[in-house]
């Protein structure tokens, strides 16, 4: 069963994650020994800073130094973590640039404090008036989406996929919580969300398959894999 990191902060220099070739080749090497064999680089794009073209520019540029230094037996796809403000829709962005690779795909940060009744809803139906499916990154960093399930199911049967991060599988109270919501069908993805050794560490990969194993079966595992591989392969 094929592993993938859907997100990731691991091209050097670019954003708040890793500052080097040598500390990117660190974090591919030790996804490896989590037994992941593809992973999507999705730096921060924040909408209201930098146009896509200037981001795209950038991101490139990183993946250039990178490329030739990627440790063998490891997939990879570009991406983005896009920070959605209403910059994000002005006529020069292009987003189907920013999702993952060639796909129609796009990993998507909203502010925490939404509960998608207000202006986040209308960008999130902006964003998939154009063909685009969200990807939200890291849902359990939602407090109002965690108490309002009805909000996450409407949003899971509008198309809107849910990612969750490796490391809150080793939170107590959070972990719980996300078990109920990969039993109901309502995360989709695993991502490890890296930025360094020690900020959300390619280290809690193996440990929350595991755990989603131990609590839902291997079944719930290969469901989340087989999400994963659906973006990749089209990536």
Do not use: W
């Not at 794009?45 to 063998?72: C, G, W």
């Not at 399930?149 to 490391?167: P, T």
């Amino acid at each position: 069963m094929k592993r993938y990191d859907m997100h990731t902060h691991i091209l050097p220099g670019i954003d708040d994650g890793s500052k080097s070739v040598d500390q990117s080749v660190e974090l591919l090497n030790g996804l490896k020994t989590q037994g992941v064999e593809a992973v999507c680089f999705t730096p921060h794009y924040y909408s209201h800073m930098v146009s896509a073209q200037e981001f795209l520019k950038n991101r490139n540029s990183a993946f250039e130094t990178l490329k030739d230094s990627i440790p063998k037996g490891l997939e990879v796809r570009l991406g983005a973590e896009v920070f959605v403000t209403n910059y994000l829709f002005s006529d020069e962005n292009d987003l189907k640039s920013v999702c993952y690779g060639k796909s129609d795909y796009m990993l998507t940060e909203f502010p925490y404090s939404s509960d998608f009744e207000d202006d986040c809803y209308t960008n999130l139906l902006k964003i998939m008036g154009q063909g685009i499916t969200p990807v939200f990154a890291h849902i359990e960093r939602y407090p109002k989406l965690l108490k309002n399930h009805r909000k996450i199911k409407e949003l899971a049967d509008m198309g809107v996929l849910f990612q969750s991060n490796a490391v809150s599988y080793s939170e107590l109270g959070t972990r719980k919580k996300l078990v109920k919501l990969i039993e109901q069908g309502l995360v989709h993805v695993i991502g490890t969300d890296v930025h360094s050794e020690n900020r959300n560490s390619y280290k809690y990969y193996d440990t929350a398959i595991k755990y989603i194993e131990k609590k839902l079966g291997i079944e719930a595992v290969e469901r989340l894999c087989k999400n994963s591989e659906e973006i990749f392969s089209k990536a």
